[in-house]
């Protein structure tokens, strides 16, 4: 229903802004307006109105993935319910290794809380929250079986080296990216997987482009300016739509945000040489 009412509030008014702007600025450049006029706006709002409750309906089942130019996301997303958590042992304040150098390592299963996206992570067997680093472990990776994967994947965490205790630390996006792969999960939105998509891209640059064509449409064949008018018309027409309208719309067609996390406290001072991080 609310998408029937942006369609008709929308052709109403372009309708109305197709016939008296082209009656004044017709009559004033051409001395007089387009042969049967009101047809002709009608055509022209139904056109770019059905175009743009289109472009939000797609919007509302995949919020921010394919927002005008300046906006789009060009990935996909997967949610995931469990994970494993690769440790990074700490003793001494340095990281604990093995025979062979390698970084001594301790596999831990989490599992999301009932509440949905918006819920947290609980260890399995112990019940205590996800967190990414304390004074005895960080967390260097993690593995995500996503729908398509046959076997668990991994994804390490990007880090650095610190300046002050020369271990390893989180970059500032603090992500575990896939090792093999383009795909990655930030820290701060555990159970997203986040899925670099030319399809999405494609998408995405095709209904932009699309708007454009459309306004050229309307203005050129449809409501009869001259070409070069048209093509004025047209960028003024998607530039405003773009900047102004198409957020509105976007904005009041989405579907209802899930309830915020609880708020989670960050450790401000290095612990037992492991860098500032993020704890539930």
């Known amino acids: 229903m609310t998408l029937l009412l942006v369609f008709a509030l929308l052709t109403v008014g372009l309708t109305a802004l197709f016939l008296g702007g082209t009656v004044v600025a017709q009559s004033y450049m051409y001395q007089e307006a387009a042969p049967r006029l009101p047809v002709r706006a009608l055509a022209g709002g139904l056109l770019l109105g059905g175009f ?16 005008t ?5 060009a990935y996909s997303t997967a949610e995931f319910t469990e994970f494993e958590a690769v440790r990074w042992t700490v003793a001494g304040g340095k990281f604990k290794t093995e025979a062979d150098g390698k970084k ?18 609980v260890e399995e067997g112990t ?11 960080m967390t260097g990776a993690i593995r ?4 398509n994967d046959p076997e668990p994947v991994r994804y390490s965490a990007k880090v650095q080296e610190s300046p002050g205790t020369k271990m ?3 970059t500032a996006d603090r992500q575990f990216v896939e090792e ?13 997987l986040f899925v670099p998509s030319t399809k999405t891209l494609f998408v995405a ?6 708007l454009l064509l459309m306004w050229l449409v309307v203005t050129w064949p449809v409501l009869r300016y001259t070409f070069a008018h048209a093509l004025g018309f047209t960028v003024v027409g998607t530039l405003v739509t773009m900047f102004a309208l198409m957020p509105i719309l976007f904005k009041y067609n989405r579907p209802e945000p899930k309830p915020a996390p609880e708020p989670v406290a960050w450790v401000t001072e290095p612990e037992n040489g492991i860098p500032a991080g993020r704890i539930a």
């Not at 409750?53 to 921010?64: A, F, H």
């Open 205 to 210: 640059l095709l209904l932009n482009i699309s």
């Open 104 to 121: 001594s390592e301790t596999i831990v299963k989490f599992k999301r809380t009932a509440g949905g996206k918006g819920a947290t992570f």
């Open 168 to 170: 390893e630390t989180y």
């Open 52 to 67: 743009l409750t289109l472009w939000t309906y797609i919007d509302k089942n995949r919020p921010g993935q394919y927002e």
């Open 127 to 137: 019940n205590e929250n996800f967190k990414t680093n304390t004074g005895q472990y």
């Open 69 to 73: 130019f300046f906006n789009f996301s």
């Open 180 to 192: 093999k792969g383009d795909r990655y999960v930030n820290a701060t939105q555990m159970g997203t």
């Open 144 to 147: 995500v079986k996503a729908a």
